[in-house]
């Protein structure tokens, strides 16, 4: 499981802890300042994981991480945020912007360790599981390799959550899956998200695919959840 983890942090007492910790359970450990080190080092040797704290002193954590999301062979990296702000407000922003999880300060190095362990290990299974390679039915098809996805002969166009969201759900056809359950899956360590966010997500994807007809290939399970329709059973226009 271990692999090459950039802490990015203008701290250098906190960078230091970091890298220890990391180095300690065995990561390769690159370390930046700032935004301009990192992508001189996302560029040079992209990791497997990116700590990025919000706070910089040349530019916005959120800022860097839209501009990496942005990037077409880096937008599929872990991205952990790591911040004081503790407010909900600023936690949804940082997960809506592209971040996997949210760290917030003071916390240990065994939580910080866990997080990084979870998001390699939910980065490896849906390439290796058998069928994922394309998934979904002729209609609605979702590439992971080119991230690309088309229902019918349209290409669809969907944020990163969308896109995990839509993978996960077509990777278990026919079975429900609750708010919670997504939450864990999809987002990762978000308990201090609101369940009604895996409702607005679910709301952007069912509009992304409307325009190939299979806007109702999610079906909402009043009382328990969503659940993938394979598209001979969906009702699409």
């Not at 026919?174 to 864990?184: I, M, P, T, W």
């Not at 409702?199 to 992304?208: K, M, N, P």
């Amino acid at each position: 499981m271990p692999g090459h983890i950039l802490v990015l942090d203008p701290a250098p007492a906190m960078q230091a802890l970091l890298a220890h910790n990391l180095a300690g359970a065995g990561y390769r450990v690159s370390c930046a300042l700032d935004a301009r080190g990192a992508l001189a080092l996302l560029a040079a040797d992209p990791p497997d994981v990116l700590l990025l704290e919000w706070e910089l002193p040349d530019a916005s954590g959120i800022a860097l991480l839209r501009q990496v999301r942005q990037d077409g062979q880096l937008c599929d990296m872990p991205i952990i945020m790591v911040s004081a702000r503790d407010s909900e407000h600023d936690k949804v922003l940082a997960l809506e912007s592209g971040a996997d999880d949210y760290l917030c300060k003071p916390f240990g190095p065994r939580e910080m360790l866990a997080r990084v362990h979870a998001l390699l290990r939910r980065r490896a299974p849906s390439a290796s599981r058998p069928g994922a390679n394309t998934a979904g039915a002729t209609a609605l098809r979702l590439d992971p390799h080119t991230l690309r996805v088309t229902a019918g002969s349209v290409p669809v166009s969907l944020g990163r959550v969308e896109f995990k969201l839509l993978h996960f759900l077509m990777n278990h056809p026919g079975r429900v899956h609750s708010r919670a359950q997504l939450l864990d899956q999809v987002w990762g360590h978000a308990a201090y998200l609101d369940e009604r966010t895996v409702d607005a997500h679910v709301g952007r994807l069912r509009q992304a695919l409307l325009p190939g007809g299979c806007g109702h290939c999610i079906e909402t399970v009043r009382g328990s959840g969503y659940r993938y329709l394979a598209f001979d059973r969906a009702v699409c226009a």
